[in-house]
């Protein structure tokens, strides 16, 4: 019975997990802008909206394991690989801008000197 209950709630903490991924992946690859993908020379946006678009509605309809691993993976490799490709050719990475870690919000912090 104990066995049971577990098997339950690490079923639907893998399910929203990978949901949540899954969303946030998508979300994520439809803010970028299509010409961003181009220039880092990956996949087109099409292809990564359809990929992850798909990948959320089989987490959603048919939440079967080997189905929700093949889906991760398709949005991990999104959000290491093409991700960070995308924000170093739109110029992102961080609100900032790219500053340094000793910025503050007039300049650089030079320790009282």
């Known amino acids: 019975m104990l066995r049971a ?3 339950s709630l690490l079923n639907l903490v893998m399910f929203l997990v990978f949901t949540g991924f899954a969303v946030a992946a998508l979300v994520f690859a439809a803010m970028a802008r299509e010409d961003a993908y181009r220039a880092a020379d990956k996949q087109t ?3 990564w909206l359809i990929i992850l678009g798909i ?3 089989l987490n959603l309809l048919l939440p079967m394991l080997f189905l929700q691993i093949a889906g991760v993976i398709a949005a991990i490799v999104f ?3 093409v991700r960070p490709a995308l924000a170093q050719v739109s110029g992102g990475g961080g609100p900032r801008g790219g500053g340094s870690s000793s910025d503050g919000p007039y300049g650089p912090y030079n320790g009282g000197r």
């Open 79 to 81: 959000m290491v690989d």
């Open 45 to 47: 946006k099409k292809f």
């Open 5 to 7: 209950g577990f098997d």
């Open 55 to 57: 990948n959320l509605v």
